[in-house]
């Protein structure tokens, strides 16, 4: 027993304490006394069952007073609350319910000793009662199931999965000690053997297969080291099994001519098939596939993926003359790389015996590939010529003469052919300049040069070449002769514009005049300017040299329009006569001189354009009018004055009558320009009534707005147009003159006229049967002609006799 000035103490009670008192003294008195407390070893086993309440113990307290006890703290009145209690009086601590060791270990509590009669404190201290912990707990895996994806290519010893689990057992006990176990693994191959290590991790022993398990299932075990009761647990691990190369692209056969022509690509010659034991569609199983003695590059190789096949493509032409065969060498190998695992001996406690291939190029590993040999036929067709050279630059004066030689393009034929076989055509030759010599492939000029022509683009003019052979189908080839034309002082000095504007003045005003010359220095500006011509005087230049000068007006010019002559020198002293329209006029009514011009231009050329169309338009009309009129049916009389003589007469009133032949040869009868008018009224009536009518005279009448004679056409008998007209010469000739004169020009004489005879019979002479129908000269009279048509009857009984019965 330990004596101590402290007012209260904590203790842990594991066994008997014997404990420092600390006693209350009265005023009266503060002597110090030792007393003794007595508190037994206080444990609660974990889930104890009970029956409840049990007494778990005592606290004795040597006191010359009743003593009151309180318990305070963990399981009293804080959680666990309602497991512990104290009996005041007595000390006894009784428990009420269970623990739980995993959440509580130890319980902290507090205990006074109090005087029962005034309640003073005593002592106070501190007491822990430790949970004592049972195997109440179950290892827990982290997953109820696992599962990882490995290689096939994986090999042995290695990690597949850790597996973990916990136990909530008071650590470092047995309670809380895991052991890992393989309860089972399915399906079971014997290749291939799992094992789990103490820490959870799992690997395997031998080799996988994929061919054999692309997965497993293996449910592993967790179990405590319990001294009563072992509690366990378990899991599933699904290991999947991934695919690789472990077999080797096989070859079994080609497909294909075998054959390909020269010159040409993007033809398959063949196709190359594999098999492979591998997952289809993997890296494992699809074949990637390259070329061997192939140093043009004109082949290439790709994957057909859908069969694995290698197909075999040309993408850049052959030549036969090169090579007729191509021998080649076709390496398969998988886009993954080959391994290989063989089990030798399988032993126990250790990992197995195997032999591992690994061709790995990323791990410095050498690759396993196959190879098969293919042979391509070349074929040999028609090739195309081949210049000595394809392009020719030539320098030419653009002054050269025609038949100047130029160049000369040679070209050989791949194929063997001797020069003589080829032609050579000129191609492209956009001035017609040039001609090529279709034997030799000489190049002359035809036509002059011209630099400035808008064929030539800087100084440069293109003309291009074929070589065409005389192969099946004929072949070409191309050249390209660029000229470069040198200048020559060919172009004479232009003015800008020859029409200018300047505004009067009392003072001297200018306006300006720029030149230009196509033709490159030296041969152009700057220009020396020089007036010429009569109106020189009262025109000066500010400056005569340069591309632009100051033209300056005089006092003595007027507003109007001059015409003035401008020589105008370029760097050699070649010129040119320029004429310049210059508008003088008062700025102050028009600020453009020229624009009055053109304006006033405008409306002389809008007016002669409107008269144009004005006379057009009358044309058209008159033509349509005659038109109208001599098509018409109903003819109307044509008044006229019979003063002159002039005997007119209808001729629409007569029945039809019967056509007659027009004879084969009419006979010509030459007239006299001064007899014009007898003779046409002869024409009219001739001997033995022979009817006669001038195409003139048919023109003039038709003028007169279808004026109706007795005149036949050339096309009907005298009845057909409805009558005719016997009358006197005098009066014939009469009409005639006045009728002619009326379509005659001014200062102009009418042409000659050839009259055309109407007869029925051949004979002009002698034809007694007209005799009948005629009118004697001597005894006419006009009004005669109103009772012919008995005699046109009879006239239409000679022309068309009527055929005789049988």
């Known amino acids: 027993m330990l004596s101590c000035n402290m007012k209260s103490a904590i203790i842990v009670l594991v066994v008997t304490?014997?404990?420092?008192?600390?006693?209350?003294?009265?005023?009266?008195?503060?002597?110090?006394?030792?007393?003794?407390?007595?508190?037994?070893?206080f444990t609660i086993e974990e889930e104890n069952p009970g029956p409840f309440p049990y007494r778990l113990g005592k606290v004795h307290v040597d006191r010359d007073y009743r003593v009151k006890f309180i318990l305070l703290g963990d399981g009293v009145d804080e959680e666990p609350v309602g497991i512990?209690?104290?009996?005041?009086?007595?000390?006894?601590?009784?428990?009420?319910?269970?623990?739980?060791?995993?959440?509580?270990?130890?319980?902290?509590?507090?205990?006074?000793?109090?005087?029962?009669?005034?309640?003073?404190?005593?002592?106070?201290?501190?007491?822990?009662?430790?949970?004592?912990?049972?195997?109440?707990?179950?290892?827990?895996?982290?997953?109820?199931?696992?599962?990882?994806?490995?290689?096939?290519?994986?090999?042995?010893?290695?990690?597949?999965?850790?597996?973990?689990?916990?136990?909530?057992?008071?650590?470092?006990?047995l309670n809380a000690t895991v052991e890992y176990k393989i309860l089972s693994v399915t399906p079971i191959t014997s290749n291939a053997e799992f094992f789990i290590e103490e820490t959870g991790r799992i690997s395997f022993k031998g080799c996988l297969d994929y061919e054999k398990a692309n997965k497993y299932t293996i449910v592993v075990e967790a179990k405590d080291r319990g001294e009563k009761v072992q509690l366990s647990s378990s899991s599933t691990v699904i290991v999947n099994v991934l695919d690789k190369n472990n077999y080797l692209p096989v070859f079994n056969g080609v497909t294909g001519l075998g054959r390909v022509k020269e010159r040409e690509s993007g033809m398959s010659p063949l196709r190359i098939h594999v098999t492979d034991k591998d997952t289809k569609g993997t890296a494992a199983w699809r074949v990637r596939y390259t070329i061997k003695g192939d140093r043009q590059g004109n082949f290439e190789i790709q994957t057909d993926p859908e069969t694995n096949d290698g197909i075999l493509t040309v993408v850049k032409p052959l030549d036969y003359e090169l090579a007729s065969v191509k021998q080649l060498s076709i390496i398969a190998e998988n886009e993954d790389p080959y391994f290989s695992c063989e089990l030798k001996k399988k032993t126990s406690g250790a990992l197995w015996k195997v032999i591992n291939i690994d061709a790995d190029p990323g791990k410095g590993k050498v690759p396993v590939f196959v190879s098969s040999n293919v042979t391509i036929l070349v074929e040999d067709i028609n090739d195309p010529p081949e210049f000595t050279f394809t392009t020719r630059e030539v320098v030419v004066d653009e002054d050269a003469s025609i038949g100047h030689y130029l160049e000369t393009f040679t070209a050989s034929d791949p194929d063997g052919k001797s020069p003589n076989d080829f032609e050579y055509i000129k191609g492209d030759d956009p001035g017609n300049w040039v001609s090529v010599d279709p034997k030799t492939g000489?190049?002359?000029?035809?036509?002059?040069?011209?630099?400035?022509?808008?064929?030539?683009?800087?100084?440069?003019?293109?003309?291009?070449?074929?070589?065409?052979?005389?192969?099946?189908?004929?072949?070409?080839?191309?050249?390209?002769?660029?000229?470069?034309?040198?200048?020559?002082?060919?172009?004479?000095?232009?003015?800008?514009?020859?029409?200018?504007?300047?505004?009067?003045?009392?003072?001297?005003?200018?306006?300006?005049?720029?030149?230009?010359?196509?033709?490159?220095?030296?041969?152009?500006?700057?220009f020396r300017f020089e007036l010429v011509g009569e109106d020189k005087d009262k025109w000066s230049l500010d400056t005569n040299y340069g591309t632009t000068v100051n033209l300056i007006k005089k006092s003595t010019v007027y507003a109007g329009f001059y015409k003035l002559q401008l020589k105008v020198y370029d760097q050699q002293e070649r010129f040119s006569v320029q004429n310049i329209t210059v508008a003088a006029c008062d700025c102050s009514i028009s600020q453009d001189c020229s624009a009055r011009a053109a304006a006033s231009k405008t409306q002389i050329n809008s007016s002669a354009i409107g008269i144009v169309f004005a006379a057009l338009l009358l044309l058209l009309g008159i033509l349509l009018l005659g038109l109208l009129l001599t098509c018409g049916r109903e003819k109307t009389e044509f008044p006229f004055s019979s003063d002159t003589g002039d005997v007119l007469l209808s001729s629409n009133i007569e029945t039809p009558g019967t056509d007659c032949k027009i004879p084969e040869t009419p006979q010509l009868v030459k007239q006299d320009q001064s007899k014009t008018a007898t003779q046409a009224a002869q024409g009219l009536h001739g001997q033995n009534g022979t009817l006669i009518q001038s195409s003139n005279q048919q023109a003039a009448i038709s003028n007169q707005q279808s004026l109706q004679t007795s005149t036949l056409s050339g096309h009907h008998s005298a009845s057909s147009r409805g009558g005719a007209l016997f009358l006197k010469k005098e009066a014939l000739t009469s009409l005639v003159s006045?009728?002619?004169?009326?379509?005659?020009?001014?200062?102009?004489?009418?042409c000659d006229y050839d009259p055309k005879v109407y007869t029925c019979e051949e004979d002009l002479v002698v034809n007694p049967e007209l005799d009948s129908i005629s009118v004697d000269e001597g005894s006419f009279v006009p009004d005669d002609l109103l009772y012919l048509g008995p005699r046109f009857q009879t006239l239409a009984t000679i022309c068309s006799p009527t055929p005789t019965q049988p």
Not at 23 to 31: I, M
Not at 143 to 167: F, N, P, R
């Open 17 to 41: 304490l014997h404990l420092c008192m600390v006693t209350s003294s009265s005023s009266e008195s503060r002597a110090r006394h030792k007393r003794a407390w007595i508190i037994d070893s």
């Open 84 to 173: 512990l209690q104290i009996d005041e009086n007595t000390g006894f601590i009784s428990v009420l319910g269970k623990v739980d060791f995993e959440k509580h270990r130890v319980l902290k509590l507090k205990f006074e000793a109090r005087n029962a009669s005034n309640e003073e404190l005593d002592t106070r201290l501190g007491v822990e009662i430790s949970i004592l912990d049972i195997n109440d707990q179950v290892p827990t895996f982290q997953k109820q199931v696992y599962e990882v994806t490995i290689d096939e290519s994986q090999q042995q010893g290695t990690g597949v999965l850790t597996v973990m689990a916990t136990d909530f057992d008071r650590p470092g006990t």
């Open 442 to 526: 000489a190049i002359t000029t035809v036509n002059a040069l011209d630099r400035e022509s808008p064929y030539v683009v800087n100084g440069t003019y293109l003309i291009t070449l074929y070589a065409v052979d005389k192969g099946e189908p004929p072949m070409t080839a191309t050249a390209t002769l660029t000229l470069h034309v040198t200048d020559k002082n060919d172009n004479l000095p232009q003015l800008q514009s020859n029409t200018i504007s300047m505004c009067l003045s009392d003072d001297a005003t200018m306006t300006n005049i720029s030149a230009y010359d196509l033709d490159d220095a030296p041969y152009s500006g700057p």
């Open 738 to 750: 006045q009728r002619l004169s009326s379509i005659q020009a001014f200062e102009e004489e009418l």
